[in-house]
């Protein structure tokens, strides 16, 4: 019977599980994930009970920082890798170490931290107030605002006095938004009692570590009392300056001038008032001015506004400022600026227009001083931001916070109020024209005032805070124009896609339109590449909407087979047409070939170019105001062009000096242009310097010719038979020698090349070192001239060796070990004494030339053991040699049958007890003697030869190539193996069956100084392994 295992799966809330850390399972789990107190400090923990290190994000959507060092939440005064300083929070109210935002004092210095808590720096805020380089709020002429002992207090303060927190340290920490850094000093304060995410019912702030109590209060605010806007009269003094808009090219002057249009609309610009208020108007309109072309600065100056009700009596005053906005058009699409009339960057305003004064004031609970409250006083709702309606401009948020409350105003049930600097930050809904966005309010309970904090912390909680509502128009619809129809004064010859249409080059062409009203500027005319102009600048009609114009002249950079005719209007085109000319005009270029691009090989830069033009159908008065161009630049007057005695041909003379100085890439090309002709490109591809080549690079000896091959003499006025050779060592001051035709060289007119006689050219017969010489050669009469280096090598002898060892019956081998590449042993003769060897051959084998003497050649001239040789190459000294023979007497040569490789692992399959090999494979044979030097057992041959047969009938093999000693790395012993698949062709291919076996071979073993020894093997033929 099969036990089964039924696994059930109980759906658990997760904080419920039991703490699975300590009890040794392979998948722990801890109880609560998140921010734990180990007993001296928070740490932030992932479900499996590690710590996480870097930023986090906890469940209430704040951002905080562990450090990446040890895990422990980082409070006060934090650097990032990246150079941004953040503050978090110290204050034990339940937001310990929350990455804090908006306007913060701190240490009695004001600073600003975006939405995402870093800390602005030399900018101006979103909400118009400057930060200095230490990100304190000051005023642009320096002046630093302190209010000592204000805000949170720290030890350290970022500032003139700051003292260096240290460079950042990246180690490998992780988060849940990847990110690492390390912290800046820091003091803990005493520990929070509750987690940092969490809200306690009453916190108790230690006293020096109250939240800030003001934001930035700009002079001029009347010594920070509130104006009645209402009362008394107010005027205009002056205007906030007004900061440059940047933004990248789209691509075309259309496209980019919707984008700015889109962008400023409806942005805020700020004014100063007598009563020290600022108060901000919205731009509804704009004039632009300017190209909206990459690189340029456009101004914009406002046409409308729309100002407070409460000043609606100062806006006729506001009109009378000249305000101008510029933007900076980059240069690409990715942003890259280089205003062509750079400016003093400015940034536009974006302010609240129903506001006068953009100071942010300290959180206030009116008439909440002196008076007493109730037990249960608490908050009861809040003042709900009116909704705005306002045009569409992109899709992000930012773009509309001139429209954003700056304050939420609390009410309380002993009807007291509550006003709060507003935070706004998220949204609901959709961007568009005709849509609403909902915008949230980012406020919470510690941004009350600290002194109502506690007491209205939890009602604060269960109001919650408001919302804002921004509602997008409906898109404007122009009514459409009316399309206009554009035809010409003839029938297309086909339609499809598109109309083709054929003219004749000298013909009128007539564009005629209908339901057309204008004066013709709006409406764009495209021909050939060059062509683009408006209707009105051709002759244009505006009664009967008909245009004309010669057709040539819709092609300004000559006569095309067609072009495309394009009539735009509106955006749109109202036609688009291929154009096909026609005409019975034409030029040829004597001996250029046919078509429209002549081309003229080896022309010589020496003297001037002549060719002849002939012109069919093209009037005299025509052809005299043809131009030849190269590039955009008119040469005609560069050249020459004369009228010959036969009617329509002219002589076209180029000048060596315009061509020597337009050469480019080997040759010269220019245009000619005829009304009524097709455009002619004519190239001259210019001969190349005169050189010279020779047939080796690796050098010569004395012995041999150098042969010089000529290229790109023009040979006009000189032969090849009477140029001028001279010769010298290719070292300084040397002196020329003059060469001497048939003595010194010799010249082969048909293929134009000069072999040099080195011998007598040198004027020696050796050389005992290495020489360089240059050999000149010149046509004096055609001015051409060139030169090239011989390098000559000292003189050499040949070095010969014996290749093997000499056996009885059997050839002998040499090796000639001193040739240079492409040399061969063809013509190498062997003499004994005044006596030339007979019979020589050469084979290879193991890519490596030997000359073969037959044994018995050999064998004639061995005297008391040895033959003494010389042996011969032309242009080589020779080289005389010994061969002494050796004995092959005493012990038996070392060595017998082997059963196995060197490594012993692969056992030989044996017929009748020997082993047996393969016809063209690798045969081994044992050394019983580990003892004996290698140096001896490389002389070994191996003579494999039918079993029963002498010695002489077969084939020795040496050692060399593939065949080796072997040796086993553990015991030392050795083998010989004889690769025989280099000898497939004397050996391999003769191998046999003998019936159903293998056929037996002998191997003779010859050792220098040893008796031969006899093994016998079996071969499998060629092919079997």
């Given at each position: 019977m099969t036990a089964m295992l039924t696994l059930s799966l109980v759906s658990v809330p997760f904080s419920s599980i039991s703490n699975a850390a300590n009890t040794g399972s392979m998948f722990s789990i801890v109880k609560d994930i998140g921010f734990q107190y180990d007993g001296k400090d928070w740490v932030y923990l992932n479900a499996f009970g590690n710590k996480i290190t870097g930023w986090v994000t906890a469940p209430d959507g704040y951002k905080y920082h562990m450090n990446v060092q040890n895990g422990?939440?980082?409070?006060?005064?934090?650097?990032?890798?990246?150079?941004?300083?953040?503050?978090?929070?110290?204050?034990?109210?339940?937001?310990?170490?929350?990455?804090?935002?908006?306007?913060?004092?701190?240490?009695?210095?004001?600073?600003?931290?975006?939405?995402?808590?870093?800390?602005?720096?030399?900018?101006?805020?979103?909400?118009?107030?400057?930060?200095?380089?230490?990100?304190?709020?000051?005023?642009?002429?320096?002046?630093?605002?302190?209010?000592?002992?204000?805000?949170?207090?720290?030890?350290?303060?970022?500032?003139?006095?700051?003292?260096?927190?240290?460079?950042?340290?990246?180690?490998?920490?992780?988060?849940?938004?990847?990110?690492?850094?390390?912290?800046?000093?820091?003091?803990?304060?005493?520990?929070?009692?509750?987690?940092?995410?969490?809200?306690?019912?009453?916190?108790?702030?230690?006293?020096?570590?109250?939240?800030?109590?003001?934001?930035?209060?700009?002079?001029?605010?009347?010594?920070?009392?509130?104006?009645?806007?209402?009362?008394?009269?107010?005027?205009?003094?002056?205007?906030?300056?007004?900061?440059?808009?940047?933004?990248?090219?789209?691509?075309?002057?259309?496209?980019?001038?919707?984008?700015?249009?889109?962008?400023?609309?409806?942005?805020?610009?700020?004014?100063?008032?007598?009563?020290?208020?600022?108060?901000?108007?919205?731009?509804?309109?704009?004039?632009?001015?300017?190209?909206?072309?990459?690189?340029?600065?456009?101004?914009?100056?406002?046409?409308?506004?729309?100002?407070?009700?409460?000043?609606?009596?100062?806006?006729?005053?506001?009109?009378?400022?000249?305000?101008?906005?510029?933007?900076?058009?980059?240069?690409?699409?990715?942003?890259?600026?280089?205003?062509?009339?750079?400016?003093?960057?400015?940034?536009?305003?974006l302010e609240d227009p129903t506001s006068e004064d953009p100071t942010q004031e300290e959180p206030t609970a009116e008439n909440t001083e002196n008076k007493k409250h109730p037990d249960n006083w608490a908050i009861t709702g809040y003042v709900q931001p009116e909704a705005v309606e306002t045009d569409y401009i992109d899709a992000e948020l930012s773009s509309y916070q001139a429209y954003f409350p700056k304050t939420i105003t609390f009410k309380t049930n002993d009807g007291t109020t509550i006003t709060i600097d507003a935070r706004w930050n998220g949204y609901s809904g959709s961007f568009g024209p005709g849509k609403e966005i909902c915008v949230k309010c980012d406020n919470g309970y510690e941004d009350l005032p600290s002194d109502?904090?506690?007491?209205?912390?939890?009602?604060?909680?269960?109001?919650?805070?408001?919302?804002?509502?921004?509602?997008?128009?409906?898109?404007?619809?122009?009514?459409?124009?009316?399309?206009?129809?554009?035809?010409?004064?003839?029938?297309?010859?086909?339609?499809?896609?598109?109309?083709?249409?054929?003219?004749?080059?000298?013909?009128?062409?007539?564009?005629?339109?209908?339901?057309?009203?204008?004066?013709?500027?709006?409406v764009s005319i495209t021909g050939a590449s060059g062509f683009k102009t408006t209707l009105d600048k051709l002759s244009f009609d505006a009664a009967t909407g008909k245009a004309s114009a010669d057709v040539s002249d819709f092609m300004p950079s000559g006569l095309t087979n067609y072009f495309w005719l394009t009539v735009e209007y509106d955006g749109e085109n109202a036609l688009q047409a291929k154009i096909n000319v026609t005409t019975d005009r034409s030029v040829s270029f004597k001996n250029g070939g046919t078509g429209y691009s002549p081309r003229y090989e080896n022309v010589s830069k020496k003297k001037d170019f002549e060719t002849e033009l002939s012109f069919v159908n093209v009037p005299s008065e025509d052809i005299k105001k043809l131009v030849f161009v190269k590039g955009d630049a008119d040469i005609t007057d560069q050249l020459g062009f004369t009228e010959t005695e036969e009617e329509g041909v002219y002589r076209l003379t180029v000048p060596s000096e315009f061509i020597k100085s337009n050469i480019s890439w080997g040759s010269v090309s220019f245009t000619l242009k005829c009304r009524g002709v097709m455009p002619v490109t004519v190239y001259l591809s210019v001969m190349r310097d005169p050189a010279l080549s020779k047939d080796k690079y690796q050098g010569y000896y004395v012995t041999e010719n150098p042969v010089i091959t000529l290229s790109n003499f023009s040979l006009d006025k000189n032969s090849i038979s009477d140029l001028e050779l001279s010769l010298a060592k290719n070292v300084t001051g040397a002196e020329e020698r003059i060469l001497v035709k048939n003595e010194d060289y010799r010249i082969s007119e048909n293929d134009k090349k000069i072999t040099i006689i080195s011998k007598n050219a040198l004027q020696t017969e050796t050389l005992e070192e290495d020489i360089k010489y240059r050999l000149k050669v010149k046509a004096p009469l055609d001015e051409d001239e060139a030169s090239i280096d011989l390098d000559y090598k000292k003189d050499r002898a040949l070095e010969v060796i014996l290749a093997g060892t000499i056996i009885p019956d059997m050839p002998v081998y040499l090796r000639i070990t001193n040739l240079n590449y492409g040399e061969t042993l063809e013509d190498v003769e062997i003499y004994a004494g005044e006596d030339k060897l007979q019979g020589l051959t050469v084979v290879e084998r193991n890519f490596v030339s030997k000359i073969c003497i037959p044994y018995e050649t050999f064998s004639k001239y061995v005297k008391d053991g040895k033959a003494d040789l010389t042996v011969k190459k032309p242009g080589i000294k020779s080289a005389d040699l010994s061969i002494s023979m050796p004995e092959f007497t005493g012990e038996d040569a070392p060595v017998e049958t082997a059963l196995t490789d060197n490594y012993g692992y692969s056992k030989f399959e044996l017929q009748d007890g020997i082993p047996v090999f393969s016809g063209k494979g690798d045969v081994y044979i044992k050394v019983t003697d580990k003892e004996i030097p290698n140096d001896i057992l490389k002389g070994t041959v191996g003579v494999f030869h039918k079993k029963g047969t002498a010695p002489g009938e077969g084939v020795p093999v040496y050692i060399e190539g593939y065949s080796e000693i072997c040796s086993n790395y553990s015991s030392k012993e050795k083998w010989i193996k004889f690769a025989l698949y280099t000898y497939r062709e004397e050996l391999g291919k003769a191998v046999v069956m003998d019936g159903d076996k293998y056929s037996v071979y002998t191997i003779t073993v010859y050792i220098p100084g040893y008796k031969t020894v006899d093994i016998d093997v079996a071969l499998k033929p060629d092919g079997g392994y």
């Open positions: 422990i939440m980082d409070t006060g005064w934090f650097l990032d890798t990246d150079g941004k300083w953040y503050f978090l929070n110290e204050i034990s109210d339940g937001t310990k170490g929350r990455v804090m935002t908006g306007w913060n004092w701190i240490d009695g210095y004001c600073y600003y931290f975006d939405q995402n808590g870093v800390m602005a720096a030399s900018t101006f805020t979103p909400d118009h107030y400057f930060v200095n380089k230490d990100g304190q709020w000051s005023e642009t002429d320096g002046t630093v605002h302190y209010v000592e002992g204000k805000g949170i207090r720290t030890r350290k303060v970022l500032g003139a006095n700051r003292v260096e927190l240290g460079k950042p340290v990246v180690r490998g920490g992780s988060g849940e938004s990847g990110g690492s850094g390390s912290s800046g000093w820091r003091e803990r304060p005493t520990e929070p009692e509750t987690k940092p995410s969490e809200t306690k019912s009453d916190p108790k702030p230690m006293e020096s570590e109250t939240e800030p109590q003001d934001t930035p209060e700009p002079s001029g605010d009347n010594g920070g009392k509130k104006d009645d806007r209402k009362g008394g009269a107010v005027s205009v003094t002056g205007i906030k300056p007004l900061r440059a808009v940047c933004v990248n090219f789209k691509g075309d002057e259309k496209k980019t001038r919707q984008y700015i249009e889109k962008k400023i609309k409806n942005s805020g610009i700020s004014f100063y008032l007598s009563n020290g208020k600022l108060t901000t108007a919205i731009v509804t309109d704009w004039e632009l001015q300017g190209d909206a072309v990459s690189g340029s600065i456009m101004k914009a100056r406002p046409v409308s506004f729309r100002v407070d009700e409460s000043y609606r009596d100062i806006e006729d005053q506001l009109k009378k400022y000249d305000v101008t906005l510029s933007i900076e058009i980059s240069n690409s699409e990715s942003g890259s600026f280089d205003p062509k009339n750079p400016t003093e960057p400015e940034q536009p305003t109502v904090r506690t007491k209205l912390m939890d009602s604060f909680e269960n109001i919650g805070t408001p919302t804002f509502t921004i509602r997008f128009r409906e898109k404007e619809t122009e009514k459409p124009k009316d399309k206009i129809k554009v035809t010409l004064d003839r029938e297309p010859v086909s339609e499809g896609s598109y109309k083709e249409y054929r003219y004749a080059f000298d013909e009128e062409l007539c564009i005629e339109l209908s339901n057309y009203t204008g004066d013709g500027r709006d």
